[in-house]
Structure formats: C-alpha cells, structure tokens
C-alpha cells in the first residue's frame, strides 16, 4: 500500500514554456502532499505544502507565481512551472501523507526535468 | 537547532562488511527519525524508523541505533550487498508535525 505516482518521468521543455507534473496516491487519500527539488548530489529540499481544497504553503525563497501547485482532490496534486528557464532543471519529487500511519510521508519516484 | 547533521558523505565498504551512517540533532523536540532509502533517478523510500523511547530497532539487516542523551542515531547495514548500493538521507521530525528535516546523504557504495 501506500504507493504515489509522478507523471512525467522525464520532461524536457523549451525556455520560456510552461510544464506541468502531476502527483498521485494511488491506493490512500492524501490530506497533505509536498512538493521537493533536489539538485545532483544533495538533499530534498522542500518546496510547499499542500492540503486538499487549500492553497499552498511555500517555503521561504520560493516563487509561489512560479512553481504554481494545485491540490484539487484527495488523490492528485499538480506543479506547474511557469515560464521555466534552464535554472529550472532539477530532479521534483512530490511526497503524500493521509491520516495513516499519522504524518508518514509517501515519495513518488521524481520527475527529471530539463529546460533547454 | 533545526538541522540534522549526517556523516560520512561518502562510504565504500566490502560486501559482507558492516555499513555504518551518523546523524546527530539539536532540536530535542524531535520524536521521530526516518532513514530513507534514494537509489539513482527513484524517489526516497522510507527504510527503517526509530522513536526515542528506544534504544535500537532492527528490520533484517538494517539497525537503527539511538542515543537520546547523545542526540546522535546511526544506521547499520549487516552483511551489506551490492544491490545496497544508494544513498542513504537521515530525517528527523516531531511527531506531531509533517516537516522532516534532512541530512545532506551519505552515497554508499558496496565493493563486490
């Protein structure tokens, strides 16, 4: 159980288009659900939280008008990222949490994204 | 007091060895510590969890160890295998709250 999907794997877009990746709990709902960047060699760094229905909590330095997140159902959770440029490029793994086990967190397998 | 300091950054050991990974907290308001799991291209997977009401935990051939006066957890890796080969993030988090916060990894690499 437990299990949380990304789509797509990989994406490669041009600058100054939009990309949409998109985050889903498979077999629980998610209350919560978190949106990462990890750059090469180093650790999650978090980059907002979502609850359903809400909007979303960015954490510091982070461009909420950029990196827009929508958490519209239980299951599904969406980043976009605007006007992406090749500063953009990173590894975005999104996690999910339900109401059990309490404030466990559930990882997607990461989208690479590459702006050319 | 919020970060959690993970060592070695990197670590080659013989198949059959023991792997052994450092954390250490400030924040004694944490009461849970994850380690997870990161092989290359893949998403975190939760491996192994410790509450400080204990001292140790062991799942197969990984061990938690912890040590509350200390402020310092370790994961060990018995009779560590090639397909152990990843990098390994240390978490902690309080219990009552989402956010974890990580260490930087440790890339281990297991030598057939």
């Known amino acids: 159980g437990a299990v949380v999907s990304q789509h797509p794997s990989r994406v490669i877009c041009k600058s100054g288009t939009s990309v949409k990746i998109e985050c889903r709990s498979l077999?629980?709902?998610?209350?919560?659900m978190f949106w990462y960047r990890q750059f090469p060699k180093q650790s999650l760094m978090l980059m907002a939280t979502s609850n359903e229905g809400s909007k979303a909590t960015y954490e510091q330095g982070v461009e909420k008008d950029k990196f827009l997140i929508n958490h519209a159902s239980l299951t599904l959770s969406t980043l976009t990222v605007t006007s992406a440029h090749p500063e953009d490029s990173s590894f975005y793994i999104c996690?999910?949490?339900?109401?059990?086990?309490?404030?466990?967190?559930?990882f997607g397998p990461g989208t690479r994204l590459t702006v050319t | 007091q919020q970060q959690v300091k993970q060592s070695p950054q990197s670590l080659i050991v013989q198949k059959g060895g023991i792997s052994i990974i450092n954390c250490a907290y400030e924040?004694?308001?944490?009461?849970?510590f994850p380690w997870y799991q990161q092989f290359p291209g893949k998403g975190p997977a939760l491996l192994i969890a410790i509450r400080p009401d204990v001292s140790e935990k062991k799942e197969g051939r990984f061990t938690i160890s912890f040590n509350k006066s200390a402020k310092q957890f370790s994961l060990h890796i018995m009779d560590s295998q090639p397909g152990d080969s990843a990098t390994y993030f240390c978490a902690a988090r309080r219990d009552s709250n989402y956010q974890l916060i990580w260490g930087a990894g440790t890339k281990l690499i297991i030598k057939p």
């Open positions: 077999d629980f709902q998610a209350t919560t």
């Open positions: 996690s999910a949490s339900g109401t059990t086990p309490s404030y466990e967190q559930y």
């Open positions: 924040n004694t308001a944490f009461d849970y």
